[in-house]
T-cell receptor
Framework: RKEVEQDPGPFNVPEGATVAFNCTYS??????FFWYRQDCRKEPKLLMS???SGNEDGRFTAQLNRASQYISLLIRDSKLSDSATYLC????????????FGRGTQLTVWP | GAGVSQTPSNKVTEKGKYVELRCDPI?????LYWYRQSLGQGPEFLIY????????DSGLPNDRFFAVRPEGSVSTLKIQRTERGDSAVYLC????????????FGPGTRLTVT
């Protein structure tokens, strides 16, 4: 079983839409959680960390449910520039530094 | 400031050849990571260095893969007897410390084995 599972999509939404991505992780020892963004043929970049209490950064809201081992990302008021692949990422405390990536969810926002 | 740089950006090689991929981390970052990303997949961990030593090499797929970081800065990933299945984008990342949550990725080296 993969460490991090994500629906690959693609998600195609109009500008202004709200879209949500989910992922699950298999190892209950996972301690840190993130969403990375990857544009086509570019490197991944940290979008936001995910905290147990949930956190928001502008139009982006991340949630973590440790009991269900489930992470979500909500994007409100989608912009054309949000088109990218969103990678769900976890880090186990026992393997310091090593990141486990999901396969990514592809989002296309159309005008 | 300068980010993580990787050279070459593209490498085409024939099956069975040896290749070296280079990574220059952000200055002052002690932790350096190598990942491999195949088409349609997320990056997959290969190895990470803390300083000069490989702290975790459990992601290296087999003994054809080897990496060094002799002076604790630049790292080289070496692949012997390349196979077509080695074709992927090889990403390098660095962070200030291994426990730092943000890893900064380089643009990657796209390796194609023909």
């Amino acid at each position: 079983r993969k460490e991090v599972e994500q629906d690959p999509g693609p998600f195609n939404v109009p500008e202004g839409a709200t879209v949500a991505f989910n992922c699950t992780y298999s190892n209950s020892a996972s301690q840190s959680f993130f969403w990375y963004r990857q544009d086509c043929r570019k490197e991944p970049k940290l979008l936001m960390s995910v905290y147990s209490s949930g956190n928001e950064d502008g139009r982006f809201t991340a949630q973590l449910n440790r009991a269900s081992q489930y992470i979500s990302l909500l994007i409100r008021d989608s912009k054309l520039s949000d088109s990218a692949t969103y990678l769900c990422v976890v880090n186990r405390g026992s393997t310091l530094g090593r990141l486990y990536f999901g396969r990514g969810t592809q989002l296309t926002v159309w005008p | 400031g300068a980010g993580v740089s990787q050279t070459p950006s593209n490498k085409v090689t024939e099956k069975g050849k040896y290749v070296e991929l280079r990574c220059d981390p952000i200055s002052g970052h002690t932790a350096l990571y190598w990942y491999r990303q195949s088409l349609g997949q997320g990056p997959e961990f290969l190895i990470y260095f803390q300083g000069t030593g490989a702290a975790d090499d459990s992601g290296l797929p087999n003994d054809r893969f080897f990496a060094v970081r002799p002076e604790g800065s630049v790292s080289t990933l070496k692949i012997q007897r390349t196979e077509r299945g080695d074709s992927a984008v090889y990403l390098c990342a660095s962070s200030f410390q291994p426990s730092s949550y943000e890893q900064y990725f380089g643009p990657g080296t796209r390796l194609t084995v023909t």
